[in-house]
Antibody
Framework: EVQLVESGGGLVQPGGSLRLSCAAS????????MSWVRQAPGKGLEWVSA????????YYADSVKGRFTISRDNSKNTLYLQMNSLRAEDTAVYYC??????????????????WGQGTMVTVSS | AIQLTQSPSSLSASVGDRVTITCRAS??????LAWYQQKPGKAPKLLIY???SLESGVPSRFSGSGSGTDFTLTISSLQPEDFATYYC?????????FGGGTKVEIK
């Protein structure tokens, strides 16, 4: 079964850091670009970041550029999101998502065909 | 960044109704558009990709159309399990963007 399971969310103070993980199973993880998408409480979906299959190419939303870092460990089938300098407006459910077309060097541009269940990040003092 | 404008933002409909949701892009995106369904407390689910291709396992009452800047998601006969929020998303270029969502409620 193809599955993505996020972990690492929680309550953190403004200015703090948190690292999210997303464990993948049921598909050849290294063959696909991956992404993080977030959803603030009661709001719509916001794309956050994406990474190529090799990990060598990344993209970020302007709202997180310079504060968040996406990475992956293909030997562990795991995607990460390192979040620093957190702000109240970063409070959201964070989803990892698999991009449907294969990719190695470049970040493929395609739909998200598999999503995790999400992990909640709350930034508050 | 490409902006996606969905309309309406919400609608009320009855079981069996035909429902149409539109998504307009601020610039041409060819057919690089997907539609997702999200139920409360759940992750989004892919329904349509490449503007009109039905994702495997999705009922045929869902269909998508359009290219360039104007796109449509149609539910031919609304079922009880279809009451949810629907989002369009463009993947023509980064940054990827989503529409604001359309909440489909029971009349």
């Amino acid at each position: 079964e193809v599955q993505l399971v996020e972990s690492g969310g929680g309550l953190v103070q403004p200015g703090g850091s948190l690292r999210l993980s997303c464990a993948a199973s049921g598909f050849t993880f290294s063959s696909y670009a991956m992404s993080w998408v977030r959803q603030a409480p009661g709001k719509g979906l916001e794309w956050v970041s994406a990474i190529s299959g090799s990990g060598g190419s990344t993209y970020y939303a302007d709202s997180v550029k310079g504060r968040f870092t996406i990475s992956r460990d293909n030997s562990k089938n795991t995607l990460y999101l390192q979040m620093n300098s957190l702000r109240a407006e970063d409070t959201a459910v964070y989803y990892c998502a698999k991009i449907s077309s294969t990719s190695w060097q470049e970040v493929s541009d395609d739909a998200f065909d598999i999503w995790g269940q999400g992990t909640m990040v709350t930034v508050s003092s | 960044a490409i902006q996606l404008t969905q309309s309406p933002s919400s609608l009320s409909a009855s079981v069996g109704d035909r429902v149409t949701i539109t998504c307009r892009a601020s610039q041409g995106i060819s057919s690089a558009l997907a539609w997702y369904q999200q139920k409360p407390g759940k992750a989004p689910k892919l329904l349509i990709y490449d503007a009109s291709s039905l994702e495997s396992g999705v009922p045929s009452r869902f269909s998508g159309s359009g290219s360039g800047t104007d796109f449509t998601l149609t539910i031919s006969s609304l079922q009880p399990e279809d009451f949810a929020t629907y989002y369009c998303q463009q993947f023509n270029n980064y940054p990827l963007t989503f529409g604001g969502g359309t909440k489909v409620e029971i009349k």
